[in-house]
């Protein structure tokens, strides 16, 4: 039974434009979120976290956003990048890390 | 600085054959995780460690899977016997217990034929 989720396997966003990312999870006792960003034939790499006492965290073009009640977050780019084309998983965090099954973003020229 | 450094990067095998991979985490770190990677279940939690006792190995597909971590720079995660099902990447990650960031390594591509 998924705890993370991330229900768009790809998404595709027009260079420049705003990309948005989805994840829902299930475990209430999540006391932290994060994004990582990863590319064919290397390790994921984290981007960006946000603990569940807050509701926004932002870092340059990247924003992620936290809604306890509907248990879901969000991450935000924008302005998208050619180099933004990756793998992106949420992970949830209680006392173990907990990653979701990855959406693919292709940004498009 | 070295990150977490992981071998081999690919292996080809044979089912039936033992596979062992291994796993050198960022030095003082004192958790280290495995993940597996495939395309339908995404980044899987096989097991990890807290200063290199095992806390949760619930995520190991079977018992013919198995993972030590001897001392605090190194880990293996050992498949035997290994069929075709278990071809994935492997990853191997580590961080500060209780801390919210873990840093991966490259992986392990396994192919069991």
């Known amino acids: 039974d998924q705890q993370v989720k991330q229900n768009s396997p790809s998404l595709s966003v027009q260079e420049g434009r705003i990309s948005i990312l989805n994840c829902d999870y299930t475990?209430?006792?999540?006391?932290?979120f994060l994004w990582y960003k990863k590319y064919p034939a290397e390790g994921p790499t984290f981007l960006i976290s946000?603990?569940?006492?807050?509701d926004k965290n932002e870092d340059g073009r990247f924003t992620v956003f936290l809604n306890k009640s509907a248990k879901h977050l969000s991450l935000h780019i924008v302005p998208s990048q050619p180099g933004d084309s990756a793998v992106y998983f949420c992970?949830?965090?209680?006392?173990?890390?907990?990653f979701g099954k990855g959406t693919r973003l292709h940004i498009l020229p | 600085d070295a990150g977490v450094i992981q071998s081999p990067r690919h292996e080809v095998t044979e089912m039936g054959q033992e596979v062992t991979l291994r796993c050198k985490p960022i030095?003082?770190?004192?958790?280290l995780f495995w993940y597996r990677q495939t395309m339908m279940r995404g980044l899987e939690l096989l097991i990890y460690?807290?200063?290199?006792?095992?806390i949760d190995d619930s995520g190991m597909p079977e018992d013919r899977f198995s993972a030590k971590m001897p001392n605090a720079s190194f880990s293996t995660l050992k498949i035997q016997p290994s069929e075709p099902r278990d071809s994935a990447v492997y990853f191997c990650?580590?961080?500060?217990w209780g801390g919210g960031e873990l840093f991966f390594g490259e992986g392990s591509r396994l192919t069991v034929l």
């Open positions: 946000i603990s569940s006492i807050k």
């Open positions: 030095s003082g770190h004192n958790s």
């Open positions: 990650a580590s961080g500060f």
């Open positions: 460690f807290n200063n290199n006792v095992p």
């Open positions: 475990n209430s006792m999540f006391d932290y």
């Open positions: 992970a949830a965090k209680d006392d173990k890390i907990i």
